[in-house]
C-alpha cells in the first residue's frame, strides 16, 4: 500500500526547496556537463517547475538553493576537490558566467526565495536557512534539484538531523552517473526520506 503524504503536507508547514537548478549547473549555460545531461535526461527542470507551481498554489514558499560559483568569492572552501574543480571536467578556462549563478527560467517566479551559499556542500552548510525555515514554523522540506552525488544527499541528512520531514520527488532530482544516482536513491536516501514523485505529492497536497 502506497504511504500517504497528506499528513506530511499541512499548510503552512511546507516548504519546497530547489537545490542548484541554476543555468550553470544543469541550465542552458551548462554547456557540456555530465551532471546537465543527466538532469535533461530525468527532465529534473521540467518536474521543479512543475512542483514549484503547485507549491505557489497551496500557499508554500518555494526556495532556490543557489550555490556561487564565481572564482572571486571571499572566503570559499579550498579543502576538497570538488571546490577546486577537480571532482569533474575541466573547465577549459571558460570565463564565469554570473547569469550561470541565476535560476534557471522555467523554475523561477517573482515573490519566491533565494538561499544563497559561498562555502559548503549542501544548502544549509553555509547561510541561515535553518533558522528562516524553523522562523516560519516549517516542518517538512521538499527537496529538488541536483545533484544525488553531494548537495541533495548532504542536504537530506542535515534537514534529517534537524528534525525535518523530508520529501524527494524522484522525478525531480538527479545525479551522474545515472547508475549510481539510482543506487544513491535506492541505498541511502529511502532510509533516510519519504520517496515520491511529483504527481504524487501534487495529487496528496491538500489546498491552503
Given amino acids: ?34 551532471l546537465a545531461t543527466g538532469a535533461q535526461e530525468v527532465g529534473v527542470i521540467g ?6 507551481t503547485a507549491a505557489r498554489a497551496n500557499g508554500a514558499p518555494v526556495v532556490h538553493c543557489l550555490a556561487d560559483t564565481s572564482p572571486g568569492r571571499w572566503g570559499a572552501g579550498t579543502n576538497c576537490r570538488l571546490y577546486t574543480g577537480g571532482a569533474g571536467p575541466s573547465s577549459g578556462g571558460r570565463v564565469h558566467n554570473p547569469d550561470g549563478d541565476t535560476p534557471c527560467p522555467e523554475v523561477w517566479q517573482d515573490g ?36 544525488l552525488n553531494v548537495a541533495i544527499l548532504g542536504l537530506s541528512i ?12 524522484r522525478d ?33 497536497w491538500p489546498q491552503a
Fill in 172 to 204: 525531480a532530482v538527479s545525479g551522474f552517473p545515472s547508475e549510481y544516482a539510482q543506487h544513491a536513491i535506492r541505498n541511502t536516501l529511502s532510509f533516510i526520506t519519504t520517496l515520491s514523485t511529483v504527481d504524487d505529492i501534487i495529487a496528496a
Fill in 1 to 34: 500500500m502506497p504511504f500517504d503524504i497528506a499528513p506530511l503536507l499541512a499548510p503552512g508547514k511546507v516548504a519546497v526547496l530547489l537545490s542548484e537548478v541554476q543555468r550553470g549547473i544543469i541550465g542552458d549555460l551548462a554547456t557540456g556537463s555530465p
Fill in 112 to 147: 519566491d526565495l533565494t538561499s544563497v551559499r559561498v562555502h559548503g556542500l549542501h544548502p544549509m552548510a553555509d547561510n541561515s536557512l535553518d533558522r528562516r525555515l524553523r522562523n516560519k514554523g516549517i516542518s517538512t522540506l521538499i527537496v529538488a534539484g541536483v545533484s
Fill in 47 to 52: 518536474n521543479c517547475a512543475t512542483l514549484a
Fill in 158 to 169: 542535515e534537514a534529517v538531523n534537524s528534525n525535518y520531514t523530508v520529501i524527494i520527488p
